[in-house]
């Protein structure tokens, strides 16, 4: 049986104080495969271990060379606790995670340390860790932090990544929580991660762009946002948000709780919302929506679509269902350009649109058909 290295705190301590306590080799120059990886004209260093616990020992004594892209690839399945991704004296360094030929995992496991950060990585200003092919993230049951956290770092998940598996007991964001910095996916998977709100990605400040990839079954146990949730930035213009569930309140998909919601492609379709807004629940921020499909979401209430304040230019809002009202869209509603709400929504009342009683839309509105809530009657395009 091959034995597992566990390494916890001591590595938070080397990174972020920079302490020389061992030395591993010379460096060595990597050529990344993934043209998504490191920063672009930095140089290119291939860490010296097989290890992840051994390349952060190495990162950690080397005395880490500012704008640098260092390449970790890993040469078996780890477990490790929690560690914080952080240099000093304002250094920017890029870690790229890599499989390899096939998919590699690294585990969370609970340890007793100094830090109460129950998180895998903990990403700091300054540091850009990039999920590159076959590596997966494993998060463990009855967990109370996100696998992954940004305190002024950036994240970046490329194809063949992983965040999975991680049930966060405290706060929202199970796979991965944005207090404040960057977080790009490009590709890669977020799925079946738990938390009291935002079951996926919790953007609480900064920024979160969805390129690609898929963010699926994650769970909202307590409130809003199964999928992705928060009061920060949200951009989508490509990828899939399927599947998630908000049991406690709304977004099935994704929930704007304060902060603004772009969406110019993609597809969100799938997700279930105990109460309101079975794809997208928009009830205190800002949705605009350019294109991409809003599809087959379902609400126990309203808006089996959207829920909340929508202004719409272009994409599509079909096959969603509502037990109540407002099949594709429920809420204050502005619809323009190239945009369509189809007849396949159902619903009671307004099974395309609803906004009261005396505006509300059963037939579709495809392009060229505006609804306007600030309007009653034919002129908003009500029936």
Known sequence: MKKKLVLTGIITLLLVFGMAVMSCGDKETGDPTSPNSGDSGWPEVTVPATTLAGALLWLGSNNVTNQTNYIIELAGNESIGHQTLGFPF???????????????????????????????FTIRSGVKLVLDSNVTLQGLSGNNDSLVKLHGGTLVMNDGSKITGNDNTSYGGGGVLVVEGTFTMSGGTISGNTAPFSGGVNVVSGMFTMLGGTISGNTASGSYGGGVGGGGTFTMSGGTISGNTASGSYGGGVEVGGGTFTMSGGTISGNTASSQGGGVGAGGGTFAMSGGTISNNTAYYYGGGVFGTLTMTGGTISGNTASSDGGGVCGKLIKTGGSSITSTNSAPTGKVAYVSSS???????GPGVNLDYRVSGLLGGWE
């Open 90 to 120: 304002g250094k920017s360094v890029t870690i790229i995670l890599r499989g390899g030929s096939s998919e590699k995992t690294v585990s969370l496991i609970k340890t007793v340390s100094l830090s109460s950060d129950d998180s895998l």
């Open 359 to 365: 505006q509300k839309r059963e037939t579709a509105a």
